[in-house]
């Protein structure tokens, strides 16, 4: 196919649509990353990737444990790399389920991402690219801490 990022995956919503992200290979980033998964009790592999500020890619898969409620998502390993290599802020999260397609971040992980990448973030979704403020509208996050001081 010789369209763009856009053409390639479908429909974007507003500012979006203007990112230069090779969301092709976040992708296969997150794609790599769902096949180191420890998905033994679930059998839902989980990849995630995204690129950070400064240009450097962080990824993480899905960690299950024999007590369930412990296991960690995929993008708890992310966002723990990011952290661990010096930081910055998420411009652009590509999660993949066992199929390699988008998939939604639970609840719990639009938090994470919030924290760490802001309204600004883009996320690849079914729907195509979406704006982390339009999958977690009015967020809790660290602006909300600050008023009360
Ligand atoms: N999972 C993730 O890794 N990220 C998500 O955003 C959704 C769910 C994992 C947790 C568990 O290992 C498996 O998918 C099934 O819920």
Do not use: K
């Not at 990022?5 to 649509?17: F, I, R, Y």
Request: hydrophobic share 35%; charged share 20%; net charge negative.
């Amino acid at each position: 196919m010789s369209g763009g990022p856009e053409q390639a995956h479908g429909s974007s919503a507003g500012e979006a649509a203007a990112d230069d992200t090779d969301w092709d290979g976040l992708q296969r980033e997150a794609i790599a990353a769902m096949r180191r998964a420890y998905a033994p009790y679930s059998h839902f592999p989980v990849g995630v990737a995204g690129l950070v500020d400064d240009g450097r890619t962080v990824s993480g898969c899905n960690v299950e444990n024999a007590a369930y409620g412990v296991g960690l998502c995929a993008e708890c390993g992310m966002v723990s790399e990011l952290v661990r290599t010096g930081g910055g802020r998420l411009t652009s999260v590509y999660c993949v389920g066992g199929d390699g397609e988008a998939l939604m971040p639970c609840g719990r992980c639009r938090q994470l991402l919030w924290e760490h990448g802001g309204p600004d973030c883009r996320l690849m979704t079914p729907e195509g690219v979406l704006r982390m403020d339009e999958v977690l509208p009015q967020a809790f996050g660290p602006d909300n801490l600050e008023e009360s001081r």
